[in-house]
């Protein structure tokens, strides 16, 4: 476990850019945390680290949506909507072993059909301001145990 503290949403963004750089085919990355926490804003930086340069947005209606314009495809995906129906199984391993990143927002509610191993980043308002976010990140297996470490290394 790991903590990072940002103080605004560009500090969140780069704090993605600079993980999406370790990343590798079939990477999982989660994301929890309230309305506002800053789970978009982060895939935003991630996404800019891939060398994605479609625009990044919500993707709360459709649940998800794939870029292929950077070094690897990346889907993104916001389940939150799902929450009174997961029991349902989407194709979510079709996403995960499909090659590409991939990152889900409000993860809690595909709680059952998540791979073992992966990468859990909380997100956390902090009273101190309107724009602190406290960044929890939890590493599930020995790749993101690896790829945490890693990233500490590069945000020293
Ligand atoms: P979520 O996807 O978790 O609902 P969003 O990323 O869509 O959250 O929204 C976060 C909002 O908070 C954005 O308007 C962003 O500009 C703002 N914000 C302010 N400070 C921060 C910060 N430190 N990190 C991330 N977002 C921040
Ligand atoms: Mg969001």
Do not use: C
């Amino acid at each position: 476990m790991h903590t990072f503290k940002t103080e605004s949403a560009q500090q969140t963004e780069e704090i993605g850019k600079q993980l999406a750089e370790l990343l590798q085919p079939n990477d999982v990355i989660l994301l929890d945390g309230d309305l506002g926490a800053g789970k978009t804003t982060f895939t935003k930086g991630l996404a800019q680290g891939l060398g994605i340069k479609r625009y990044v947005k919500s993707p709360t209606f459709t649940i998800i949506h794939e870029y292929h314009d950077g070094r690897m495809p990346l889907f993104h995906m916001d389940v939150y909507r799902l929450e009174d129906s997961s029991g349902d199984d989407l194709g979510w391993d079709e996403y995960f072993y499909g090659g590409g990143v991939t990152v889900i927002e409000w993860s809690q509610f595909i709680q059952d059909y998540l791979p073992d191993t992966f990468l859990k980043i909380q997100l956390n308002r902090d009273g101190q301001s309107d724009e602190t976010r406290v960044l929890n990140f939890q590493a599930q297996g020995t790749r993101y145990q690896q790829l945490l470490d890693q990233l500490k290394e590069r945000l020293k």
